[in-house]
């Protein structure tokens, strides 16, 4: 009985890492209204994309899905266009932001923001910052996957 208990236990918290560990996006309910972000960061946030996103919408708060995330030792926002900003397979622009002080900033230099499906943060962390693994659509039946890591200024794919 202790044993099987025991089997139960561990099937369960392995369940529950892999579920913590899977890759995520945003659905349409993750605005920036919904991320409770104030009209400053809106601002920030939005002159950030501007001037990495590779076309400009008619709106940037309808074209962009927003998310709070935990980075590890900071706050953290996810990003993501949803229309102009995709491609035809399914990948999108994507950002990660992170909060320094008052400040969103991006963790992509302006010209590596990734155009991807889904991503996963954790759970290994370097530099305080959790790895990010993203996935993209390379065809319906080619998908790639890309680790980054955090070098203490921005992401680097490893």
């Given at each position: 009985?202790?044993?099987?208990?025991?089997?139960?236990?561990?099937?369960?918290?392995?369940?529950?890492?892999t579920?913590?560990n899977?890759?995520?996006?945003l659905?349409p309910?993750d605005?920036?209204?919904?991320s409770?972000?104030?009209?400053?960061?809106?601002r920030?946030?939005?002159?950030?994309?501007e001037?990495s996103?590779y076309?400009?919408p008619?709106?940037?708060e309808?074209?962009?899905?927003v998310?709070r995330v935990?980075?590890g030792?900071?706050?953290?926002?996810?990003?993501?266009?949803?229309n102009?900003?995709?491609?035809a397979?399914?990948?999108?622009?994507?950002?990660i932001?992170?909060k320094?002080?008052?400040?969103?900033?991006?963790?992509?230099?302006?010209?590596?923001?990734p155009?991807?499906?889904?991503?996963?943060?954790g759970?290994?962390?370097?530099?305080?910052i959790?790895?990010l693994?993203?996935?993209a659509?390379?065809?319906?039946?080619?998908?790639?996957?890309?680790?980054?890591?955090f070098d203490?200024k921005?992401?680097?794919?490893?």
């Amino acid at each position: 009985m202790t044993k099987t208990i025991s089997g139960l236990l561990l099937s369960t918290l392995l369940i529950s890492v892999t579920a913590a560990n899977q890759m995520q996006s945003l659905s349409p309910q993750d605005t920036f209204a919904a991320s409770r972000l104030s009209q400053k960061e809106i601002r920030q946030i939005r002159d950030e994309v501007e001037q990495s996103a590779y076309d400009t919408p008619e709106s940037w708060e309808k074209e962009l899905r927003v998310k709070r995330v935990d980075l590890g030792k900071r706050s953290g926002l996810v990003v993501r266009g949803t229309n102009l900003l995709c491609g035809a397979t399914g990948n999108c622009q994507t950002w990660i932001f992170q909060k320094i002080r008052d400040r969103w900033v991006s963790l992509f230099p302006k010209d590596q923001v990734p155009v991807i499906e889904s991503f996963c943060l954790g759970p290994s962390i370097t530099a305080e910052i959790k790895d990010l693994t993203v996935s993209a659509n390379l065809s319906a039946q080619s998908v790639q996957t890309i680790t980054y890591k955090f070098d203490g200024k921005f992401y680097r794919a490893k």
